[in-house]
């Protein structure tokens, strides 16, 4: 089969395609036939030896698909072969087949596609978690969303709108705030001028926001701690901006709030039961169409370098897709 291969720590320019022999499953797993593979912001950090867990070399990219079961090993129960399914390997999803285990593939409602599938699962299943377990967002609360045009922010928009809060979703440009305005925010804010603090304060009565979601970090987070409500939630998802901020104990003291992590892959690993309801539940709010999934770009398999480059050059908006087998 083809796979995109990580041989060496770099830009996305320094990745290879290259036959390598199929996988072959294992007692619990199953190997999917790739249709798409979703890119997602930590990808980008993998291939240039900046993630926190780093495979060793060499390696695929690529935490997240959508496809069809090819084969399966023994003890793998549950699906098929030929069933569609939607699946989190956590790496090697940038190619032709990929190897998986049993509780990270699920399958896909009827009404949704492979590109729309492959990007479903981390994103909705990493705002969910921050919004109803870390922060439990109350109805009519305030959320504000950084980043908000981005792959995460975007679901946490969604999501806060169904929650039933008052989102105040954030972008660094117009072009992305228009994207975003399609999701039916209760306010929005342009944060390009470095003003992030004056305009929560000033929606939200100077009393700041009840509950912040932050996939960006930096000169921001600073900010988010000075515009956040009396028993306000600050909920780390990232750090796109590339700095890791430091959290202000006086802050926290004046002001009675929370710097709250947010870690999908221990969540899965430590409450899994949990983490299966949560996905369920995104699955019904999906079939009641009460969310939108979005694929806003779709790369075939030959193009990788270029899917990769939208989040090196920030222009990610919704969700980008690499397509291995047109549908």
Same mark, same amino acid.
């Given at each position: 089969m083809k796979?995109? &291969?990580?041989? !060496?720590?770099?830009?996305?320019?320094? &990745?290879?395609?290259?036959?390598?022999?199929d996988p072959q499953p294992g007692k619990g797993e199953a190997v999917i036939e790739v249709h798409a593979a979703?890119?997602?912001?930590?990808?980008? &950090?993998?291939i240039q030896g900046k993630y926190q867990f780093q495979p060793p070399m060499p390696f695929s990219p690529g935490s997240?698909?959508?496809?069809?079961?090819?084969?399966?090993?023994s003890g793998f129960s549950g699906f098929e072969v030929g069933d569609r399914v939607m699946a989190i390997p956590g790496i090697g999803g940038l190619?032709?087949?990929?190897?998986?285990?049993?509780?990270?593939?699920?399958?896909?409602?009827?009404?949704?596609?492979f590109k729309t599938a492959a990007g479903f699962a981390m994103v909705y299943t990493t705002s969910y978690h921050a919004l109803k377990q870390r922060a439990q967002l109350q109805p009519d609360e305030t959320l504000l969303v950084l980043g908000a045009s981005g792959g995460v922010g975007i679901t !946490?928009?969604?999501?806060?709108?169904?929650?039933?809060?008052?989102?105040? !979703?954030? !972008?660094?440009?117009?072009e992305k705030l228009d994207f975003v305005r399609k999701f039916n925010p209760d306010a929005t804010i342009n944060y390009s001028d470095g003003e992030l603090k004056e305009k929560v304060k000033a929606l939200t009565d100077d009393r700041g926001a009840d509950v912040i979601y932050d996939p960006v970090g930096g000169d921001l987070f600073d900010q988010c701690c000075r515009c956040i409500n009396?028993?306000?939630?600050?909920?780390?998802?990232?750090f796109t901006s590339g700095r890791i901020p430091e959290y202000k104990a006086n802050l926290a003291l004046l002001k009675g709030?929370?710097?709250?992590?947010v870690f999908l892959g221990r969540f899965r690993r430590e409450e899994p039961t949990e983490y299966a309801r949560n996905f369920e539940? &995104?699955?019904?709010?999906?079939?009641?169409?009460?969310?939108?999934?979005?694929?806003?770009?779709?790369?075939p398999s030959h193009q990788f370098v270029d899917a990769f480059n939208v989040f090196t050059r920030r222009k990610a908006m919704g969700k980008v897709t690499v397509e291995f087998r047109a549908e």
């Open positions: 796979a995109v &291969l990580c041989k !060496a720590y770099g830009p996305p320019e320094s &990745l290879v395609m290259e036959e390598v022999p979703s890119l997602n912001f930590p990808d980008g &950090l993998q997240e698909v959508g496809g069809t079961i090819k084969a399966k090993g190619a032709e087949q990929v190897l998986v285990k049993a509780d990270s593939v699920h399958a896909i409602p009827d009404s949704m596609d !946490a928009v969604e999501l806060g709108k169904v929650m039933g809060a008052k989102v105040i !979703a954030a !972008a660094s440009s117009e009396w028993k306000g939630r600050l909920l780390v998802i990232g709030s929370s710097m709250v992590g539940e &995104l699955l019904s709010l999906y079939q009641q169409s009460k969310l939108n999934p979005v694929v806003t770009q779709v790369f």
